[in-house]
């Protein structure tokens, strides 16, 4: 399985520390963010990384190299402008072949096992979801039966871990979009899984998230 971490977010949230250091690469507790992540992968034995890049992205390349530091193999997916999540994705589809493939958001930090995924025959996606953070009181989607489904019930936020399949952007154009729509699309015709997490996770949208993530992680 090929896995995409997706770092070509502006990381205005993270100002002045994203003015001329592109998200993935400001680190916590000495190390990028998005070290931790390839490091995560390897170990959960994916040897295939894309990860696509906007904003100052010759510094990720430049920082990370080809991926033989940690015993895989980097692609890049570069955009002249973020595509958002959806767009990015498309646009890497040639990189990530005809199988499922694993996307991570660059932003996050998590202990999450990635080795242990599993997408059904007949679904197009599988979402891992956590509890509700503070600045996301409401939640994204209503796990069921472990089903994302469409339902005014308890609801779970997105960790920005999902396996995908490349058939889930059938139809799509090479052009910005979100993958919110498609998610939902899917989800009304029922051929998305997803989980529950309760391992850790933070969301590293700002310099205080940042601060807490780099204090436990030195601890």
């Given at each position: 399985m090929k896995a995409m971490i997706l770092a070509a977010g502006r990381g205005k949230r993270l100002r002045p520390l994203t003015d001329h250091t592109p998200k993935p690469l400001?680190?916590?507790?000495g190390k990028p963010l998005i070290e931790y992540q390839i490091e995560a992968l390897a170990q959960a034995g994916i040897?295939?990384?894309i990860i696509n890049h906007?904003?100052?992205?010759?510094?990720?390349?430049?920082?990370?190299?080809?991926?033989s530091r940690w015993g895989v193999v980097i692609h890049y997916s570069p955009e002249p402008e973020a595509?958002?999540?959806?767009?990015?994705?498309?646009?890497a589809l040639p990189l990530l072949g005809d199988a499922p493939f694993l996307v991570i958001n660059g932003d996050i930090w998590t202990n999450f096992d990635y080795s242990s995924l599993q997408l059904a025959e007949d679904d197009l996606a599988h979402l891992v979801l956590i509890e509700n953070?503070?600045?996301?009181?409401?939640?994204?989607?209503?796990?069921q039966g472990g089903r994302i489904v469409e339902a005014?019930?308890?609801?779970?936020?997105?960790?920005?871990i999902g396996l995908y399949r490349p058939a889930l952007f059938a139809g799509c154009l090479a052009e910005t979009f979100p993958l919110a729509p498609l998610l939902r699309q899917a989800i009304a015709a029922d051929v998305v899984s997803g989980e529950y997490f309760t391992g850790d996770?933070?969301?590293?949208?700002?310099?205080?998230?940042l601060e807490?993530?780099?204090d436990r992680l030195k601890r």
């Open positions: 400001v680190q916590a507790a040897s295939e990384i906007a904003y100052l992205g010759e510094q990720i390349e430049r920082q990370l190299g080809n991926g595509l958002e999540t959806g767009g990015g994705i498309f646009k953070p503070t600045h996301n009181p409401k939640g994204d989607f209503v796990l005014e019930a308890a609801r779970y936020t997105f960790s920005g996770w933070i969301d590293v949208g700002t310099p205080q998230r807490q993530l780099s």
